[in-house]
């Protein structure tokens, strides 16, 4: 949804008579995009994207079709065989979605898409399905949305995956849809090089941002500002930059934190960490040997493999941790 920020404000900014719509329930349809949601000018302008654009036609008619006064409308849509192989989908499948006037949407929600942050959307929709009232969640702001504190509770948790996603649940005064939409990941990487470069593209691919340093300041910098999404994997084996670069991480309590290297040169970074005062349970947090075990051999294996453990780390599912191995191992044999 990040990408419909700029069209959003400027939409609302003309006085269109805009919506938002997004799915509320869904069945089928194979992978899909968890932040997938489609702006439409009853006019027939569409911005965005949800079911690689099947539905946005019936979206438009449905639109123009909400009355006034109403800010929810709540339309059943489905698509099966060679249409939804035409479209490009997986497979068919089927969905309820919510249309949303823009005028409804807070413009705190935009806001906090535009800056990076971390924020849900809360969404009660009153029992007939024609009244919707959204608030904005972010960790710490004590907000207390419509959809009561089980909701600012839920909302927090997606947030915590560190992935965007929707829920939907129902209460005693309607349904309540929770959106979450984390900062993208922000891949801090310790060192240069072909490996650097190549955990870089890897992360493209995954939509996260990445930069790759050798320089103190500028790691503990980025480190620091972007410290509720930022990961660190560290490549260097210099002692003057990677020690204090990674307790620096460990203090501000980073999401990931993955350092590459041999027995003798973590055994090297351990006794400096412990020298700088960190503790035996921050230093529990270092993941080395680093990268899920994939049997990676190659460069670009290992910087696949790193990037699942990054993966698997934010979204805390259980993957199976890389097992000290030789020179040809997953990120373990360089000196």
Do not use: N
Not at 40 to 48: F, K, L
Not at 140 to 162: K, T
Not at 177 to 189: G, K, M, Q, R, T
């Amino acid at each position: 949804m990040r990408e419909l920020v700029e069209t959003a404000r400027r939409w609302a900014a003309e006085g269109r008579t805009a919506f938002l719509a997004r799915p509320v329930t869904e069945q089928g349809f194979g992978p899909r995009d968890p932040a997938g949601a489609l702006l439409v000018d009853p006019r027939g302008e569409c911005a965005g994207s949800l079911y690689r654009g099947v539905f946005d036609e019936q979206l438009v008619a449905e639109a123009a079709a909400v009355p006034d006064g109403e800010t929810a409308r709540v339309c059943q849509v489905s698509v099966h065989g060679a249409e939804a192989t035409g479209a490009g989908l997986t497979c068919g499948g089927q969905s309820e979605i919510l249309v949303q006037p823009l005028a409804s949407v807070p413009e705190r929600w935009w806001e906090e898409l535009a800056l990076g942050s971390s924020a849900a959307l809360v969404t009660r929709l009153s029992e007939d399905g024609t009244q919707a009232v959204s608030t904005v969640v972010r960790v710490g702001d004590g907000a207390a949305p419509a959809g009561g504190p089980e909701a600012v509770r839920e909302a927090l948790e997606l947030l915590g995956r560190h992935r965007a996603g929707r829920e939907a649940r129902y209460s005693d005064e309607g349904l309540v849809l929770i959106e979450a939409y984390p900062a993208d990941p922000y891949l801090v990487i310790g060192g240069t090089g072909e490996l650097a470069e190549l955990i870089g593209r890897q992360a493209e691919l995954l939509g996260w941002e990445w930069l790759t340093t050798q320089d103190r300041a500028e790691a503990e910098k980025r480190l620091s500002a972007r410290r509720g999404s930022a990961c660190l994997v560290m490549l260097s084996h210099e002692p003057s930059f990677d020690a204090p670069v990674l307790g620096g991480a460990l203090r501000l309590g980073i999401p990931y934190v993955g350092a590459l290297g041999s027995r003798r040169t973590q055994a090297r970074r351990r006794e400096d960490l412990l020298a700088a005062g960190l503790t035996e349970a921050q230093l529990a947090h270092v993941h080395g040997p680093i990268g899920l075990d994939l049997g990676a051999r190659t460069p670009a294996e290992t910087a696949l493999a790193i990037c699942a453990e990054v993966l698997s780390v934010l979204t805390a599912v259980t993957a199976v941790a890389a097992e000290p191995a030789g020179p040809a191992g997953t990120g373990t044999g360089t000196p």
